[in-house]
């Protein structure tokens, strides 16, 4: 590992009890609250979820990460402990989305869009005045830039 | 007003539960360890303990996240479920849970001065 590896730290974060720890080096996506029925079952609630490449994300503590496969294309990483979300990963693709509620402040990211919001629950409110998609985002956009710095 | 009983459980199911009788607006609460739990803030309605019928409690795990305060979730599929100060008698559910539709409104916002730095949170 390189020396300067700590300082080129992005962000770090954790579960409620602390036994999965996780580092992201490298851009963090923009963060997208997703209201589909699958995300509102398995978070309680429509999560929000920023995104890095896999290859940037450095995960202590990882025997405690139980996944659950919720379809043939992606699977939901969280701890057997607390039972805290962390991850929804579309497998195969070398990219993961990490549960923004995880990182520790400041996050330094934003809330940019809400999708699947033909699915959104009749108790679910949005008022931010963010842009709202039907469905998913498209490839490249749900996709975290593989060079750039943060950006809108 | 939300239905006389209300049916929810984990997105595996494997923990199935059935609520007797009316539930009140749900809170949403932004304090850090919902949001780190859920990874989303915790919207959760209430009702007493005894009117709660729970099927595949084997599969759910409790966490005492405070003194006094437990939340419960699948061990199969992760999904957040309960919260509960341990002894009030009374049983949280989250929102998310609850088969759709819920009926419900969330009636409050609280805990928004641990709000999260990646959204505005609602000015109520």
Not at chain 2, 97 to 110: A, C, E, V, W, Y
Request: hydrophobic share 30%; glycine share 10%.
């Amino acid at each position: 590992m390189a020396q300067d590896d700590k300082d080129s730290v992005r962000a770090r974060g954790h579960c409620l009890c602390g036994a999965i720890e996780i580092e992201i080096r490298g851009p963090l996506r923009d963060v997208v609250v997703c209201h589909c029925g699958q995300c509102r079952r398995q978070h309680g609630a429509p999560p929000s979820y920023t995104a890095a490449l896999w290859s940037n994300v450095t995960i202590h503590g990882e025997k405690n990460l139980k996944w659950y496969q919720s379809s043939p294309e992606a699977r939901r990483g969280f701890c057997r402990l607390c039972g805290s979300s962390l991850f929804w990963e579309p497998i195969g693709q070398g990219r993961v989305s990490i549960a923004a509620g995880c990182l520790v402040k400041p996050t330094g990211l934003r809330t940019v869009r809400h999708i699947f919001v033909a699915e959104k629950a009749d108790f679910d409110e949005i008022t931010d005045g963010l842009e709202q998609l039907p469905h998913s985002m498209s490839v490249a956009a749900a996709s975290p830039p593989p060079t750039t710095t943060v950006d809108a | 007003m939300s239905a006389r009983k209300t049916s929810g459980g984990c997105l595996c199911g494997a923990v199935r539960y059935e609520i007797e009788g009316p539930l009140p607006p749900p809170s949403a609460c932004h304090c850090g360890q919902c949001r780190r739990h859920h990874g989303a803030l915790g919207i959760y309605t209430l009702a007493p303990a005894e009117r709660y019928k729970i099927k595949g409690d084997r599969n759910l795990a409790w966490f005492e996240s405070s003194p006094g305060i437990r939340r419960g979730f699948c061990r199969a599929c992760g999904s957040k479920l309960f919260w509960e100060r341990i002894g009030s008698g009374q049983l949280d559910v989250a929102m998310g849970s609850i088969d759709p539709p819920s009926g419900l409104k969330i009636g409050r916002h609280i805990h928004l001065d641990d709000a999260g730095d990646y959204y505005d949170p609602p000015s109520r």
